[in-house]
């Protein structure tokens, strides 16, 4: 059995998308296993940029079949501009998979999220993407799954009955324009047909796989502070993005589970709202902001930049039990004099070394720092560890130390080739 996970440590946006690409070149299936087109996954092959939402971050490794898991919920029409965009780029996209058991995520959705958003003034700061209220008729057992759109006369009367309800809920309750039902319908016979042939059971696909002992990638979106239960609630997305939700995402247990490779970011960035103890509301943070390119993939937000908050990647490690880490861009820390990694919050005079679970007391928290002295040597072409500049080995070499997890690789440039390898992620 080989199985790998790749999870984010972080808030997201640490380059999962990436090390996904650069880890599939050896997968036989790679399976996308919770989250929506809320996620912005960015490989750069040759120079050139692919920017995916939905689609397995594997997917330019044509070889490997790619699955939009159970625990996805699938635009289909936001599914199907992506495949267009990589088709006509020359790109195959005969080897996607969507679970029969994957939720549709609806044109309803996304008007529910926009109008939940605008009466709560802004308050969780989502894409509008629709994936909080597609998630939550998942779980209210009112959703409409992948299965029940290959008779298309029983999907219309399934159809029939979420849109009379939640044109109630738009109008009622929010004052709200009707949803157009006929529209509708038109819309989703106008892609029934390459749907359907793209509709399978999964769950037998990836465990057969797994017996076969064939090499499973498992990929989410979002990352530890963001999940469900145990990030920053309630600025977080609507599932769990960690090494657990792969078990209830894609339908294996846990113990098929080998690998568990977390991606840390070099300094740390968020969006949307919620505390952010290391934030840098001043010119350094700027500078971050401005070197890493740091705006969303999806959104094109500017992303919120701080220093490395290392209780983060902590409380990440005890989430997922990581193996591995792999260290992304540590190449824009480049020609800063001083280096900063929190590795403790002050809250009213107290220091913790874990990160409490209540969101006013983590937004009173002061960050505890240990400063490393930086480096001015451009790092971005290094291909061997021993060519890294001391102090950038030092700074690793703390993460190690700090986290208890080796670091297996490091990225110094967004290229699928500019890569540092240290130790083999099996």
């Known amino acids: 059995m080989s199985s790998q996970v790749v999870v984010g440590t972080q808030w997201g946006d640490e380059g999962k998308g990436k090390i996904v690409d650069v880890l599939a070149e050896k997968a ?34 044509e070889d490997a079949t790619c699955i939009i898991g159970p625990g996805v919920v699938c635009n289909p029409f936001v599914l199907l501009e992506e495949m267009d965009t990589l088709k006509k780029g020359g790109l195959s996209t005969d080897h996607i998979v969507i679970s029969d058991r994957a939720q549709m995520l609806m044109p309803y959705h996304k008007v529910q999220d926009a109008l939940e958003e605008s009466a709560n003034g802004n308050r969780i700061g989502t894409t509008k993407r629709g994936i909080g209220p597609c998630y939550a008729d998942k779980y209210a057992r009112t959703g409409i799954r992948f299965h029940e759109f290959v008779n298309f006369e029983t999907f219309k009367e399934r159809l029939k009955e979420c849109v009379t309800f939640k044109n109630k809920l738009f109008t009622a309750v929010y004052g709200a324009e009707p949803m157009d039902y006929d529209k509708m319908v038109a819309d989703f016979a106008a892609i029934h047909d390459r749907i359907v042939p793209m509709i399978k059971e999964t769950t037998h696909l990836v465990n057969d796989a797994l017996d076969q002992d064939k090499r499973v990638l498992f ?23 960690t090494s657990a ?10 113990s098929r589970i080998k690998t568990v490779c977390g991606v840390v970011k070099a300094y740390s960035t968020r969006v949307g709202e919620g505390p952010f103890v290391t934030e840098l509301l001043d010119e ?12 969303g993939a999806t959104t094109g937000r500017p992303r919120r930049c701080g220093w490395l908050d290392l209780l983060v990647v902590k409380h990440a490690n005890m989430m997922n039990g990581l193996t591995d880490i792999v260290i992304t861009k540590i190449d824009v820390l480049t020609g800063l ?22 969101q006013e007391d983590v937004a009173r928290a002061k960050p505890v720092y240990k400063e490393f002295d930086g480096w001015t040597e451009d790092i971005s072409q290094m291909s061997e560890y021993d060519q890294l500049p001391e102090n950038a080995k030092a700074y690793l070499r703390f993460i190690e130390e700090f986290t208890g997890v080796r670091i297996s690789m490091v990225s110094v440039g967004p290229d699928r080739v500019n890569n540092i390898y240290i130790h083999d992620i099996d």
């Open 245 to 254: 939700g792969v078990t209830v995402g894609a339908g294996v247990a846990p």
């Open 284 to 295: 350094q943070g700027e500078w971050i902001r401005t070197h890493g390119g740091e705006y």
């Open 28 to 61: 036989d299936l790679i399976v996308r296993f919770q989250g929506g087109d809320n996620a912005g996954h960015t490989v750069v092959v040759n120079g050139k940029k692919h920017v995916l939402h939905l689609l397995p971050s594997g997917v330019l490794h």
């Open 219 to 241: 990929e989410g979106a979002q990352a530890a502070m963001l999940d469900i239960n145990y990030g920053t609630y309630p600025y977080v997305t609507s599932s769990s993005p």
């Open 337 to 358: 004099e001083k280096i900063k990694a929190c590795v403790g919050y002050e809250i009213d005079g107290k220091v913790y070394d874990y990160i409490p679970s209540d």
